[in-house]
C-alpha cells in the first residue's frame, strides 16, 4: 500500500503572507514526513513575497520523466586538463612551497654529498700509507661530516614534507568545494543524464588524486631530478671512463618509461570511469535499499556491484569494463615496467662493479671513489625510479582531472544567478515583487526532455491560472503534471511557447529570484541532516537569516507537524536525517 502525496506550488508568484494566513494553502498530509517537508515551505515563505498554492494531486511522477543516458558536455569550454591546470589549483600556496622547495635542494645537496664522503672513509681505512692515528683522525673526520650532513638533511627534508603535506590538504579541500557549486550550479537536465554515484566519485576518489598530483608528486619529482643531475654531474667528477659505461642505458629507460606512461594514462581514464560506474551501482543500492529489501533482492544487487568491480573469486574472468579487470591490466604494466628498469639498472651496476674493479686493480682509481660512484649511481637509479612512479601518478591525475574540469568549466544552461543584471532586468523583479498576487499561464507550450528529444511531455499546451485562486490538475502518471510543475520553476526551459506570471516570461527572471518566491512541498519530501528546527528553516539558513524557535512554532503549527514534533523527547531538536 503506498500513500499519494499532493503536489504543491505557488500560481502566483507575490503575496505577502502571515504564517496564519499561508497553512490555509498547504494540504495537511498524514505522512509525517511530508508534515515536516511542508512546514519548512511554511517557514520559508512567512516573510518573503509569496502566492496562495495550488495542489495538484498526482502520482510518483511522470512517466516521462528523462532517461538516463551518456552525458554529453556540448556547452562546455574547451579549455583542456593538464598538469599547468592541476598546478593551478595550488596557486594560494605557493609561496610556501617556495620555501619547501629551496629546504628540498639544501637536502637533496646533502644528499647527494654523502656517497663522497662514504668514499672518503673507506679510503680512510684502507689507506695503510700513513700512521695509524692519522688514518684514525681522517675517518673520525669523514664519521663527523657526515653525521652532519645527514642531520642538517633530515630538518630540511621534515620542513619540506609538511609544507607540501598541508598544501596538498588544502589543495583538494579547495577543490571539492569548487567542483560541488559547479555541480550545483548546473541545470536539472544535467542531473538527469548523470549518476549519483558517478558525482560523488568525482568528488571523492577523483579529486584526492589531483591532491598528490598538485603538491607532494611536484616535491617527489623536484627531489629525484635534482638528485640526478647532481649526482650525475658528481660521476662524471669522479670518473667520466664508468660514467659513460653507467649512462648507456639511459636512452632505453627513457623509451620504456614514455611507453609505460602513455599505457597508464589511457588505463587510468578507463579505471575512473569503471569506478565511477560501480560507485553509481553501489549508490542505488543503498539508497533504496527498503526496496531492495522487500523483493529479496540483496544477493542480485550484490551481483551487480561484483560485476561492475569484477569479482576476484568467481570461475569466469571479470569483464573486460570492470575496475578488477582493468586495475590487474595496470598492474601487469607496472610490474613489466619495474622489471625492464630494474634490470637495465642493474646491468649498469654490474657493468660499473667489473670496469671499476679493473681501473682499481690497475691503479687508476681507488676503493673509496669506486664505492662512491657506485652509490651515487645507486642515487641516480633510484631518484629515476621516483620520476617513473610519479610520472604515472600525474598521468593518472591527468586522467582523473579531464571530467572534473570538464564539469568546473562547463557553463549551465539556465544559470541560477545572473553574473550582471541590466536596468531592464531590476524594473522585471521589481514589477513582479510589487503586486498583491499574480497569474500564471502556459502558452502553447512544447517541451521533450533533453535525453528524449523525440517525446514530447507537452504539445502546445495553453493554461491560465488566476490569481488568489486554486487549481487542482488531475491525470493519469505520465501526463505530464509533475513537468508543469518543473517547468514553472524553471527547472527546465520550454521548446516553444512561454510561461508568464502576469505577462513577466519566467525567462526574464534570474532563477534564483523567481524560485524564491514560489513555495514547493514536492510529493517526495526530503530531509537534510540535522533537527527538525534545522530542517523546517532551512530557507531561512540557506539566505543567512535568523530564524527564532516561535517563527519555528508557528510553521510547524500551520503544517500539521507541531504534535508529532513535540511528541519526540528532544522536540524540535530531534536529529533526523536521509530517512
Known amino acids: 500500500i503506498r500513500h499519494e502525496y499532493g503536489h504543491f506550488v505557488t500560481s502566483a508568484a507575490v503575496q505577502n503572507l502571515s504564517v496564519e494566513r499561508v497553512h490555509t494553502n498547504l494540504l495537511y498530509s498524514t505522512c509525517q514526513r511530508s508534515a515536516s517537508s511542508a512546514a519548512a515551505g511554511v517557514q520559508r515563505y512567512a516573510t518573503m513575497p509569496d502566492a496562495t498554492a495550488s495542489p495538484l494531486h498526482g502520482t510518483s511522477g511522470d512517466l516521462a520523466a528523462p532517461l538516463l543516458e551518456p552525458p554529453s558536455e556540448t556547452t562546455q569550454t574547451k579549455r583542456t586538463a593538464g598538469v599547468r591546470r592541476i598546478l593551478q589549483q595550488s596557486r594560494p600556496e605557493w609561496p610556501a612551497m617556495a620555501a619547501a622547495t629551496l629546504c628540498l635542494v639544501l637536502a637533496v645537496l ?8 662514504f668514499g672518503r672513509m673507506v679510503d680512510a681505512t684502507s689507506d695503510t700509507s700513513g700512521s695509524r692515528d692519522a688514518r684514525l683522525r681522517r675517518y673520525s673526520a669523514a664519521c663527523a661530516e657526515l653525521a652532519c650532513v645527514v642531520g642538517v638533511s633530515l630538518f630540511f627534508t621534515a620542513v619540506r614534507a609538511y609544507v607540501f603535506n598541508s598544501a596538498g590538504a588544502k589543495v583538494v579541500a579547495r577543490l571539492r568545494v569548487l567542483l560541488f557549486g559547479r555541480m550545483l550550479a548546473q541545470e536539472t537536465a544535467w542531473f538527469d543524464a548523470r549518476e549519483t554515484g558517478d558525482l560523488l566519485s568525482r568528488l571523492a576518489s577523483d579529486t584526492q588524486k589531483l591532491q598528490a598530483a598538485a603538491t607532494e608528486t611536484v616535491s617527489l619529482a623536484l627531489r ?23 649512462t648507456a642505458v639511459v636512452p632505453f629507460l627513457i623509451g620504456a618509461t614514455f611507453l609505460a606512461m602513455r599505457v597508464v594514462k589511457r588505463l587510468a581514464k578507463e579505471s575512473q570511469a569503471a569506478l565511477a560506474r560501480a560507485g553509481a551501482v553501489a549508490q542505488e543500492g543503498l539508497a533504496n535499499q527498503r526496496v531492495v529489501r522487500s523483493f529479496g533482492a540483496e544477493g542480485f544487487e550484490v551481483g551487480r556491484y561484483a560485476h561492475a568491480v569484477g569479482d576476484p573469486d568467481a570461475a569466469e574472468r571479470p569483464a573486460k569494463d570492470s575496475s578488477l579487470a582493468l586495475g590487474l591490466r595496470q598492474a601487469g604494466v607496472q610490474a613489466a615496467f619495474i622489471t625492464t628498469t630494474a634490470a637495465l639498472g642493474y646491468a649498469s651496476v654490474l657493468g660499473v662493479w667489473y670496469y671499476g674493479g679493473l681501473l682499481v686493480v690497475r691503479g687508476q682509481m681507488t676503493t673509496g671513489d669506486l664505492v662512491a660512484f657506485v652509490m651515487l649511481l645507486l642515487t641516480i637509479t633510484a631518484s629515476l625510479s621516483v620520476l617513473a612512479q610519479t610520472g604515472a601518478s600525474v598521468v593518472e591525475a591527468v586522467g582523473a582531472s579531464v571530467e572534473i574540469f570538464a564539469v568546473i568549466d562547463r557553463a549551465p544552461a539556465i544559470p541560477n544567478d545572473w553574473v550582471s543584471k541590466s536596468d531592464d532586468d531590476r524594473a522585471t523583479e521589481l514589477r513582479l515583487a510589487r503586486g498583491d498576487a499574480a497569474g500564471c499561464s502556459f502558452e502553447d507550450v512544447v517541451f521533450s526532455y533533453a535525453s528524449r528529444p523525440d517525446l514530447r511531455v ?22 505530464g503534471k509533475t513537468t508543469l510543475l518543473h517547468l514553472l520553476e524553471r527547472f527546465y526551459d520550454v521548446d516553444s511557447g512561454r510561461i508568464l506570471f502576469d505577462g513577466i516570461d519566467v525567462r526574464a527572471v534570474e532563477p534564483t529570484v523567481l524560485r524564491t518566491k514560489m513555495a514547493l512541498v514536492a510529493q517526495q519530501p ?19 537569516l535568523r530564524t527564532d524557535d516561535a517563527a519555528v512554532e508557528a510553521a510547524a503549527k500551520a503544517a500539521h507537524a507541531y504534535d508529532f514534533a513535540t511528541a519526540f523527547p528532544d522536540g524540535f531538536e530531534t536529529a533526523v536525517g536521509e530517512r
Open 110 to 117: 646533502g644528499q647527494a654529498v654523502m656517497p663522497l664522503l
Open 224 to 246: 629525484s631530478a635534482i638528485s640526478a643531475l647532481v649526482s650525475f654531474a658528481l660521476l662524471f667528477l669522479t670518473s667520466w671512463r664508468l660514467a659513460c659505461l653507467a
Open 526 to 544: 526530503a530531509l537534510f541532516s540535522g533537527s527538525i528546527k534545522d530542517n523546517i528553516a532551512y530557507a531561512s539558513r540557506a539566505r543567512g
Open 458 to 479: 507537452l504539445d502546445g499546451l495553453t493554461l491560465r491560472i488566476p490569481a488568489k485562486s486554486r487549481a487542482a490538475l488531475v491525470g493519469p502518471s505520465g501526463g
